[in-house]
């Protein structure tokens, strides 16, 4: 069975201070790891996509990278904005089930 | 990528009720998926909407509970039947095209609560 699991459950960050959120998998044919994220009350948005080990996508404070045990969500100098719920999810079989982990609540304090 | 439209976006039930929830997608999409979310939880495949055939359901999700319809490629709909308590939750819907390189994309959601 896929098993997608996230660490920390929650993190509490000072406005500023990086820091790296993790996302270890276990399952059989990967056929893309993704990183969502999720503000409450609404759906997941998607982030990046993840296909094969030492692949690397950035998108402004955000950077993923992706090993063949785990994916980290790099936050550079964060801001109180991106203060959310991060899902990571992995894609297997043929018919691209997705399988998603706990999440990350991430805080970021002014 | 697709935008999907969800709805109803929040709804309370009585129990024993029946609700049904939309989705709508902006374009063709090649699978469609409905998901449920237990508060602070993450999200749990519920089916893999096929279209003109029935749906796939995940292990612990029924059809009589969980009837699908997808009579296109663009729509699909999700019923809680027979509803109770447990039930309480927000009902995602997510489609994907041919590549998975723009991910899967979700709608707003559906905040079901059943009193």
């Known amino acids: 069975e896929d098993q997608v699991t996230q660490s920390p459950e929650a993190l509490r960050l000072q406005e500023g201070e990086s820091s790296s959120l993790n996302c270890s998998y276990t399952?059989?044919?990967?056929?893309?790891l993704f990183w969502y994220r999720q503000d409450p009350g609404k759906g997941p948005e998607f982030l990046f996509t993840?296909?094969?080990a030492g692949e690397e996508k950035e998108k402004e404070r955000l950077k993923a990278t992706l090993t063949k045990k785990e994916s980290f969500l790099h936050i550079t100098a964060p801001k109180p904005e991106d203060s959310a719920t991060y899902l990571c999810?992995?894609?297997?079989?043929?018919?691209?089930?997705?399988?998603f982990g706990t999440g990350t609540k991430l805080q970021v304090i002014p | 990528s697709a935008v999907i439209s969800q709805k109803p976006s929040r709804d309370i039930c009585q129990r024993g009720t029946s609700l049904t929830i939309q989705c709508q997608v902006d374009?063709?999409?090649?699978?469609m998926f409905w998901y449920r979310q237990q508060p602070g939880q993450s999200l749990t495949l519920i089916a893999t909407?096929?279209?003109?055939?029935?749906?796939?359901?995940e292990s612990g999700f029924v059809i009589d509970k969980f009837p699908i319809s997808r009579p296109n490629l663009t729509f699909s709909t999700l019923t809680v039947s027979n509803m109770s308590p447990e039930d309480s939750s927000i009902y995602l819907c997510?489609?994907?095209?041919?590549?998975?390189?723009?991910?899967?994309?979700f709608g707003s959601g559906t905040r079901l609560t059943v009193v």
């Open positions: 997510s489609a994907t095209g041919t590549a998975t390189n723009y991910g899967y994309t």
């Open positions: 399952v059989s044919g990967l056929r893309g």
């Open positions: 993840l296909y094969s």
């Open positions: 999810a992995v894609v297997t079989g043929g018919y691209q089930k997705v399988t």
């Open positions: 374009s063709q999409v090649t699978m």
């Open positions: 909407a096929n279209q003109g055939s029935e749906a796939t359901y």
